[in-house]
């Protein structure tokens, strides 16, 4: 298993990328993680949109450079309204994230329509080891938004599930791990506090979105989004508490420099 992190050429390729070309993304997220979310892209360069505006999630959903969808946007948005973003990407060929927020933890009918989006063929999907054992037919044992499981407990079923599925699929925890079912690649460092920080995990989803498209290969664009976290957030190690790490943690990101020794 390789294991990718900031001194990796194709890593620093895929952020030269972003900053050069300024992907215009869109999102369906929660209220909660919508603010970070948008900044976590400013920070890289990309150009964000968040919500279901009218129609929107058709037009965006059909001409941004990249979608990402995270479940939990159903809090505010219907079923309809999110389908209709994800069929707008797939029919255009434009390359979309799924995020399975809390899949896996009781909610029935929140699973189905979740489930339901497997339709529309994401280019990746990413989550805590919960969510995604849940989301492959496994016992995920969710806790609301919480996993039970670790990163490591969830490598068999989302090798498996990235072949049955024709994905890449990306697992977060103190190792992440990012698999198309044939090649599994490791990231490995970070900080707890990422954890502690409200939306940190759903706006990697945007940030996975936007690395999408670069020319590097999709596997190793879904890694380097894991990979510009955790070299943000271990850069962003000294601050003294969660809130003053938040703000260092988007500083951080937004000073990473492909070009830096």
Not at 154 to 169: D, L, V, Y
Not at 182 to 207: F, H, K, Y
Request: glycine residues 10%.
């Amino acid at each position: 298993m390789q294991t990718l992190n900031w001194q990796d050429r194709t890593v620093r390729d895929a952020l030269r990328h972003i900053k050069l070309n300024k992907p215009f993304c869109y999102g369906l997220t929660n209220y909660i993680a919508a603010n970070l979310s948008a900044n976590v892209l400013l920070a890289v360069g990309a150009g964000p949109a968040i919500g279901a505006a009218l129609d929107w999630q058709t037009a965006f959903g059909r001409h941004a450079n990249a979608l990402w969808i995270n479940a939990a946007c159903l809090m505010s948005n219907s079923p309809h309204e999110v389908r209709q973003a994800a069929r707008a990407a797939h029919e255009a060929g434009v390359p979309w994230v799924l995020d399975p927020v809390a899949v896996g933890a009781g909610a029935a009918e929140y699973d189905r329509v979740v489930q339901g989006l497997l339709d529309f063929k994401p280019t990746a999907i990413r989550g805590n080891a919960s969510e995604l054992i849940a989301l492959a037919g496994g016992n995920g044992g969710g806790k609301g938004v919480e996993t039970t499981l670790t990163s490591q407990d969830a490598i068999p079923f989302i090798e498996a599930f990235s072949r049955s599925q024709n994905t890449i699929t990306a697992v977060s925890g103190p190792i992440d791990f990012i698999t198309d079912g044939q090649r599994t690649l490791a990231v490995e460092g970070g900080d707890i506090r990422l954890t502690q920080v409200t939306g940190a995990g759903c706006s990697l989803g945007a940030l996975t979105a936007a690395l999408l498209t670069t020319s590097v290969d999709k596997l190793t664009a879904v890694a380097a989004a894991h990979v510009f976290y955790a070299e943000a957030s271990e850069r962003a190690s000294d601050a003294r508490g969660t809130g003053s790490f938040a703000v260092k943690f988007l500083d951080e990101l937004s000073l990473l420099d492909p070009d830096d020794a």
